[in-house]
Nanobody
Framework: VQLQASGGGLVQVGGSLRLSCAYSGRPLNNLAVGWFRQTPGKEREFVTGISRGGEFISYADSVKGRFTVSRDNAKNTVYLQMNSLKPEDTAVYYC?????????????????WGQGTLVTVSS
């Protein structure tokens, strides 16, 4: 089981980026996927999560209304569309897979992690 996050980069305040999380191994429709982010000296924090079939979605309050998570199980890929980016969104973003039911915001529940992709929002 491997996850590969991509799509990070440098963007100006108010701009947009779309991150992708490509998955290989076990069928993606057996796994919920979460996005997390981390900045130096801080704990990894939950950004959003989407359940196996996409019927349940959860967002952190800090990104609600600006970020949208979606998944294409046929392509084994989960996306994170980030709009109206702010400097405080600057972080390394990770995708992770969870084999349980529904969604969890707890990092320890996620068994599989991608390597992270850096998002930098400049002012």
């Amino acid at each position: 089981v491997q996850l590969q996050a991509s799509g990070g980069g440098l963007v100006q305040v108010g701009g947009s980026l779309r991150l992708s999380c490509a998955y290989s191994g076990r069928p993606l429709n057996n796994l919920a996927v979460g996005w997390f982010r981390q900045t130096p000296g801080k704990e990894r924090e939950f950004v959003t999560g989407i359940s196996r079939g996409g019927e349940f979605i959860s967002y952190a309050d800090s990104v609600k209304g600006r970020f949208t998570v979606s998944r294409d199980n046929a392509k084994n890929t989960v996306y994170l569309q980030m709009n109206s980016l702010k400097p405080e969104d600057t972080a390394v973003y990770y995708c992770a897979a969870y084999s349980g039911i529904g969604i969890t915001r707890t990092t320890y529940d996620y068994k599989y992690w991608g390597q992270g992709t850096l998002v930098t929002v400049s002012s």
